[in-house]
Nanobody
């Protein structure tokens, strides 16, 4: 079993910054990718950013956050961070951490979600 614990959400004014963190723990053999999704009120969950664990880590960003958000990870600690700058009211959402990889139990695949953390950007 793999558990993800998020931290760092909160309330911020437009133009401000927040940093989200996520730590994976449990029966982890390897983590192939970690990322952040968000679900705005009344809308579907969407991918915000993700980063792979190989080499220097390739990244992907949704167009709506490019240039404002930066994802980073510490592969040794199985943690991922999301630095969010120049926040806008439309960034308001519950943000979820996601990780996928292999467990120590016969190297079975896992895909886990965090419990979610609220980010609210006021105008």
């Amino acid at each position: 079993q793999v558990r993800l614990v998020e931290s760092g959400g909160g309330l911020v004014q437009a133009g401000g910054s927040l940093r989200l963190s996520c730590a994976a723990s449990g029966s982890i053999f390897s983590v192939s990718v970690m990322g952040w999704y968000r679900q705005p009120p009344g809308k579907q969950r969407e991918l915000v950013a993700r980063i792979t664990s190989g080499g220097s880590g390739s990244t992907y960003y949704a167009d709506s956050v490019k240039g404002r958000f930066t994802i980073s990870r510490d592969s040794a600690k199985n943690t991922v961070n999301l630095q969010m700058n120049s926040l806008k009211p439309e960034d308001t959402a519950v943000y979820y951490c996601h990780a996928a990889g292999e467990t120590t139990a016969w190297r079975a695949d896992f895909a886990s979600w965090g419990q979610g953390t609220q980010v609210t950007v006021s105008s």
